[in-house]
C-alpha cells in the first residue's frame, strides 16, 4: 500500500526545510495548510493526527459538511479558505474558517465586512477576520483573483488597483495580511519562480502604499512548486497531494 499520511507529511517538512536552508530563510516562518479538498474526514482526522495545525479547503459547501465536529474537538486549528468565493457564500464562510486566502474583489470583501458587523452586533468587541488578497499576476485568463498581469511592470494595471485596495484596508472587520496567487502549471517548478518573484513585489509595494496593513504573509507554492515559491518568499505554501495522495471526490 501507499505510505501513510504522517511519513509523506515528514517528507514535505523536510523539503519545505531544504528550500528555506537554500534560500538562508527560517523554516519556522513558513506555515505549510494541509490541503484536504475531496478527502473525507478520516483524512482530515489522520492528518490532525500527525500534527498538522493549519487545514485549507476550497469549497464552502463542502467545509460545511467536513468541518464542524473538528472545529469543536480541535479548537486550535487553523482553517483556510484557499478556493474562490461566492458573495453568497461569505456569511457561512466566517463561520467555518479563521483565514480566507481568495479575496478577489472589492464587493466580496464589503460583503464579508457587513456579515461580520452584523454578526458582532452587541458585542464589545469585533472580530477582525484576517485575509489575503489574490492576485492573478501571470494573465492565465482561468485564474481568479484581482488581475494584475506583469505584476508592478504594469504600472496602469496597479493603478487601476489601487482605489479597491484603499477600500479594503480600511474596511474594520477585515485584517489584510498579504497576498495569494496560484502559479500556472509548468514543465519545471522554476519556470514559476517569476509569478511567485511579481507577487512578492506587488506586495512589497502594497505595504509601501498602505503601511496601516500587514502585508507579511505571501500564499504561494502547491504540490508541484512550493520549494519555487519558498526560494521567492513564500510564507504559506498550500500543499494537497504531496501530502493525500491523488484526489477523492468528497460531498
Ligand atoms: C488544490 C489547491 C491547492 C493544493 O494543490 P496540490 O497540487 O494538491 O498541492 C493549493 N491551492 C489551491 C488554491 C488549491 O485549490
Given at each position: 500500500m501507499s505510505q501513510t499520511i504522517a511519513s509523506r507529511l515528514d517528507q514535505?517538512?523536510?523539503?519545505?526545510a531544504r528550500?528555506?536552508?537554500r534560500a538562508n530563510r527560517d523554516p519556522a516562518a513558513i506555515t505549510l495548510v494541509a490541503?484536504?479538498?475531496t478527502h473525507p474526514p478520516e483524512v482530515i482526522a489522520e492528518a490532525i493526527a500527525a500534527g498538522i495545525r493549519d487545514l485549507g479547503e476550497n469549497r464552502v459547501q463542502e467545509a460545511a459538511l467536513k468541518i464542524p465536529p473538528f472545529k469543536a474537538a480541535y479548537p486550535e486549528v487553523r482553517w483556510h479558505l484557499i478556493g474562490h468565493l461566492q458573495r453568497n457564500k461569505a456569511r457561512p464562510a466566517i463561520e467555518l474558517f479563521d483565514v480566507i486566502h481568495s479575496v478577489d474583489s472589492l464587493r466580496l470583501a464589503e460583503t464579508l465586512n457587513r456579515?461580520?458587523?452584523?454578526r458582532a452586533a452587541?458585542?464589545?468587541?469585533?472580530?477582525?477576520?484576517?485575509?489575503?488578497l489574490q492576485v492573478n499576476v501571470s494573465g492565465e485568463s482561468s485564474k481568479e483573483g484581482f488581475d494584475l498581469p506583469?505584476?508592478?511592470?504594469?504600472?496602469?494595471?496597479?493603478?487601476?488597483?489601487?482605489p479597491d485596495i484603499?477600500?479594503?484596508v480600511a474596511l474594520p472587520c477585515l485584517e489584510v495580511r498579504g497576498l495569494m496567487t496560484i502559479a500556472p502549471i509548468v514543465a519545471d517548478p522554476d519556470q514559476a519562480r517569476p509569478v511567485f518573484r511579481a507577487l512578492r513585489?506587488?506586495?512589497?509595494?502594497?505595504?509601501?502604499?498602505?503601511?496601516?496593513?500587514?502585508?507579511?504573509?505571501?500564499?504561494?507554492g502547491m504540490t508541484d512548486d512550493f520549494e519555487a515559491a519558498i526560494a521567492e518568499g513564500a510564507t504559506i505554501v498550500r500543499v494537497g497531494r504531496a501530502i493525500f495522495g491523488e484526489r477523492w471526490k468528497y460531498g
Open positions: 514535505v517538512i523536510e523539503r519545505i528550500a528555506a536552508a490541503v484536504t479538498k456579515h461580520l458587523q452584523e452587541g458585542q464589545a468587541q469585533a472580530r477582525r477576520m484576517p485575509i489575503l506583469g505584476g508592478l511592470a504594469n504600472r496602469a494595471g496597479l493603478e487601476a488597483l489601487l484603499e477600500r479594503i513585489e506587488v506586495r512589497d509595494e502594497l505595504s509601501r502604499r498602505f503601511p496601516r496593513a500587514a502585508w507579511a504573509e505571501l500564499s504561494m
